[in-house]
């Protein structure tokens, strides 16, 4: 029974997918068109760093409150 079921299976998937769509990733392998600069480079790891550090930050000044019971 599980041969037939796998036989069965193996012929009517193909027709329910329907026709195969070819997917590609978008990659270039060029260098940027124009390079960053200093200041553009400093806001992006701040930012980066304030998204990373920032909520643990919170926690970490306010366990304090976090630590009382009502």
Known sequence: ???????????VAPALRGPAVT??????????KDALGPVETA??????ALAILGP???????LEDYKKKD
Do not use: C, D, E, K
Request: net charge positive; hydrophobic share 45%.
């Open 56 to 62: 643990s930050g919170w926690i970490l000044a306010h």
């Open 23 to 32: 997917q590609r990733a978008n990659l270039y392998t060029r260098p940027a």
């Open 1 to 11: 029974m599980p041969g037939l079921l796998r036989t069965i299976a193996t012929r």
């Open 43 to 48: 806001v992006g790891l701040g930012m980066f």
